[in-house]
T-cell receptor, first 112, second 111 residues
Framework: DTGVSQDPRHKITKRGQNVTFRCDPI?????LYWYRQTLGQGPEFLTY????????KSRLLSDRFSAERPKGSFSTLEIQRTEQGDSAMYLC??????????FGEGSWLTVV | DAKTTQPPSMDCAEGRAANLPCNHS???????VYWYRQIHSQGPQYIIH???NNETNEMASLIITEDRKSSTLILPHATLRDTAVYYC????????????FGQGTRLTINP
């Protein structure tokens, strides 16, 4: 499978714990995006990278959230001190600059 | 905010053509019309996109009006597996833009 890969697909964590999601983009794609989606809503933009540079961050990305793409390939999204309001599906997407964006299957987070 | 307007829901009979409208009256000259769909609990799936000409691929057809202020996604022979939320998004992939999702249209295909 050469699509966008996300891991883990499902995560249940206790409030206050830290969680990390990993995204492997489609090979050679230089842009990588993170979105969040809660039930009944469309995906909301969080941040995006071009190569290893984080070019834009949404106001939704609080201080507890951090995203990295250290070598311009895979990316991680870490949530520190999780809260129940962080329960959502976290989507990763990738593209070549100037071309179509493709999404992964998402990582579901449940904070209990 | 999303720059498109879509009906919140639509129904279509299995085997018939599903026509999903989208208004994008403020679209800029360099922005394409993109369509994605999201089947329950899955990531958004790319369907088709176009700039000003009509487009067709193995999944769907996209009809864009001459003034580019609206478009219609056509699923020619809808099946039950086409039940999903369909998002119409205007987007300029060359620029530093991201996809901005609205509420989309929840399409239900009925047997």
């Amino acid at each position: 499978d050469t699509g966008v890969s996300q891991d883990p697909r499902h995560k249940i964590t206790k409030r206050g714990q830290n969680v990390t999601f990993r995204c492997d983009p489609i090979s050679e794609h230089n842009r990588l995006y993170w979105y969040r989606q809660t039930l009944g809503q469309g995906p909301e933009f969080l941040t995006y990278f071009q190569n290893e540079a984080q070019l834009e961050k949404s106001r939704l990305l609080s201080d507890r959230f951090s995203a990295e793409r250290p070598k311009g390939s895979f990316s991680t999204l870490e949530i520190q001190r999780t809260e129940q309001g962080d329960s959502a599906m976290y989507l990763c997407a990738s593209s070549l600059e100037g071309y179509t964006i493709y999404f992964g299957e998402g990582s579901w987070l449940t904070v209990v | 905010d999303a720059k498109t307007t879509q009906p919140p829901s639509m129904d279509c009979a299995e085997g018939r053509a599903a026509n999903l409208p989208c208004n994008h009256s403020t679209i800029s000259g360099n922005e394409y019309v993109y369509w994605y769909r999201q089947i329950h609990s899955q990531g958004p799936q790319y369907i088709i996109h176009g700039l000003k000409n009509n487009e067709t691929n193995e999944m769907a057809s996209l009809i864009i009006t001459e003034d580019r202020k609206s478009s219609t996604l056509i699923l020619p022979h809808a099946t039950l597996r086409d039940t999903a939320v369909y998002y119409c998004i205007v987007f300029a992939p060359e620029g530093a833009q991201k996809l901005v999702f609205g509420q989309g249209t929840r399409l239900t295909i009925n047997p």
